[in-house]
Structures are given as structure tokens and as C-alpha cells.
Antibody, heavy 121, light 110 residues
Framework: QVQLVQSGAEVKKPGASVKVSCKASGYTFTSYYMHWVRQAPGQGLEWMGIINPSGGSTSYAQKFQGRVTMTRDTSTSTVYMELSSLRSEDTAVYYC??????????????WGKGTTVTVSS | SSELTQDPAVSVALGQTVRITCQGDSLRSYYASWYQQKPGQAPVLVIYGKNNRPSGIPDRFSGSSSGNTASLTITGAQAEDEADYYCNSRDSSGNHLNVVFGGGTKLTVL
């Protein structure tokens, strides 16, 4: 079955970086885009960016430009999201979610279970 | 970038019909998709496109769109429908790969 399995919870100090992974299985990895979405405690969903696993092209939300990097490893069907210069406001659950991407309508049909990142001194 | 606006909270009596709306300029160009999120769980897609339900989503969930407004309707709300609901769409301004989410609507079933 289609699955997105994310890496485990992280605790980081302010100023550090975190790299979260999302391993896809059950479908052709390069046929679907992957989004990263985060949710701070008690808050709504916030879109961070998208990667096309086929060629590796990315687009990031303006808010995260310069701090976020999304990459992929086609040999392991895994996408990564690295966020640098962490601050307390980055404490959140980070989700990956796939999207067909090449045709409308666009929608995120499968989500990972989320990775909790806590930023604390 | 575009914005999508949702009412923060809506309530419905058990078995009644409720409509959750999502407004934004990007909805004139792109369909909204709708996600249900229960506490401690990842979001689940409930409606996409003009009015499509993924496998396993009950047919009491339906979607519609007009102009800059998309709506999610639950006909005969059940206790298990109590959750947060989010809309999203592609961003019609700037890079069209970008996505925007609504702020979410907390649905209470009375």
C-alpha cells in the first residue's frame, strides 16, 4: 500500500539545523510531487514548499526562502527537508504529503504521520 | 501570495447539514481541496476537484465552488465528523507551484 514514512522526533537548540526524511513506498516515486507542510502547536497548516522527485526542482514559500532546502534520493525513494537557523517558532509537526502535480485538480492524497521538531535551549 | 479565508469555528446539530466555506482569489483559477484533521492525527483528504471523494470517504461529504468561494458540505453530520477542516489550492499569484492553506475551521457536532 502507498505509504510515506517519516523520520523520528527531533530536539534541537536555537540556531541549529534539522533534516527530516520522508520515505515513499507503494508507488512510482518520481511520478508524484512531494510537499512539506508544518503545524505549530494549536495552529493551522502552513505550506513550506514542494519538490519534484523526478528532476529535483523545488519551490519554497517566501517565508522559508534561504532557510529551507528540499532534496530527494531516487535510489531510496526518500525526500528530505532541511531547515536551518532554527528558532523557537519553528517548533512544530512537519508533514510530507504527495501530489500528482502534473494535472489538475491538484490535491495531497497521502500524508506522512508527521515528525515533531522541538526547538529549545 | 494569495490567501484563503475560512470561518474559525462552526457548529452543527447531530444529523443536520453544515457548510464550511473557503474564500480567496486563487479559487477563481484552481479548485480547492479539503482536509479533515482530528487531534493528534495527520490531515486526511476528503474532497478534491469539482466534487470528488477519495475512496473510503463517506458520501455525506460533498464539495462545490462558485467564483472565489469553495464549500464543503456535510449532509447528516455525525459525531465522528467533529474535527478541524482545512482548504487549500495552488497559489494563483507568482509561482503556480506554490500552495496556500486556509486558516482552518473547527467543526463541533452538538
Amino acid at each position: 500500500q502507498v505509504q510515506l514514512v517519516q523520520s523520528g522526533a527531533e530536539v534541537k537548540k536555537p540556531g541549529a539545523s534539522v533534516k527530516v526524511s520522508c520515505k515513499a513506498s507503494g508507488y512510482t516515486f518520481t511520478s508524484y510531487y512531494m510537499h512539506w507542510v508544518r503545524q505549530a502547536p494549536g495552529q493551522g497548516l502552513e505550506w513550506m514548499g514542494i519538490i519534484n522527485p523526478s528532476g529535483g526542482s523545488t519551490s519554497y514559500a517566501q517565508k522559508f526562502q534561504g532557510r529551507v532546502t528540499m532534496t530527494r534520493d531516487t535510489s531510496t525513494s526518500t525526500v528530505y527537508m532541511e531547515l536551518s537557523s532554527l528558532r523557537s517558532e519553528d517548533t512544530a509537526v512537519y508533514y510530507c504529503a504527495r501530489e500528482m502535480g502534473t494535472t489538475t485538480p491538484y490535491y495531497m492524497d497521502v500524508w506522512g504521520k508527521g515528525t515533531t521538531v522541538t526547538v529549545s535551549s | 501570495s494569495s490567501e484563503l479565508t475560512q470561518d474559525p469555528a462552526v457548529s452543527v446539530a447531530l444529523g443536520q447539514t453544515v457548510r464550511i466555506t473557503c474564500q480567496g482569489d486563487s479559487l477563481r483559477s484552481y479548485y480547492a481541496s479539503w482536509y479533515q484533521q482530528k487531534p493528534g492525527q495527520a490531515p486526511v483528504l476528503v474532497i478534491y476537484g469539482k466534487n470528488n471523494r477519495p475512496s473510503g470517504i463517506p458520501d455525506r461529504f460533498s464539495g462545490s465552488s462558485s467564483g472565489n468561494t469553495a464549500s464543503l458540505t456535510i449532509t447528516g453530520a455525525q459525531a465522528e465528523d467533529e474535527a478541524d477542516y482545512y482548504c487549500n489550492s495552488r497559489d494563483s499569484s507568482g509561482n503556480h507551484l506554490n500552495v496556500v492553506f486556509g486558516g482552518g475551521t473547527k467543526l463541533t457536532v452538538l
